[in-house]
């Protein structure tokens, strides 16, 4: 029986040995691959962490891009509205000269615009009674005067002089054929200045389209008077 107790005990003894071994290997195997799943999972968080700081940086930047392409579009319709406002101001001030300025300012137009100086002028209905006949005058005498021959002051400083003056000066227009504006009884809805017309060729010199054109023309330097 003694025989079969050592045994025993050394079988047990053994086992137990082999017992701890394999825990201790078990209790190994368990902490590394705890330590690689924490070194994973560290890995995936600190991989998830950059994916969303990279994403929040560029919605951060997408958001500063349209935040300034907003800016820049309130900028520019701040401009233009400024520029329509300096514009109107200037179509106002042309429309509300004292009448001989006005009336000079036409007259000038006329001339530059009239090419037989046979046509027609068409005002707006206001104008056309207030200024529209001066300005026909003025402009005609003024195309005479650049074909009738000039007579001496001694001659036309004197009433008969005066009036032979306005005899050559009419026989002047009708022999060259210019000088001869009229006065349309037609009117036109416009702010300020004609049409000028000639059969059916119109030149446009109402003011609103004056000002248009000019504006076209001359908006950028404008903008950069208003500001730089």
Known sequence: MEGIEKITAKIIQDSEAEITQL???TDAKVQSIGEAAKAQADKETADTLAKGRRAAGERLERLKSAAQMETRKLALGAKQEVLAEA????LEKLCTLPDQEYIDLLTRLALEASSTGR???VFSPKDRARIGKQVVVAANDALVKGVAPELPNSIT?????AFLGKVVNSTAAIVSGTGMLTLSEETRPIKG??????GDVEINCAFE???RLQREKLEKEVANLLFD
């Not at 514009?87 to 200037?90: E, M």
């Not at 200045?193 to 000639?198: H, R, T």
């Open 209 to 211: 389209t004056l000002v």
């Open 23 to 25: 825990m201790a290997q």
């Open 119 to 121: 046509e027609q002028l």
């Open 193 to 198: 200045g004609f049409i000028m017309v000639d």
């Open 157 to 161: 400083d004197t009433k008969v002089g």
């Open 87 to 90: 514009f109107d101001l200037a």
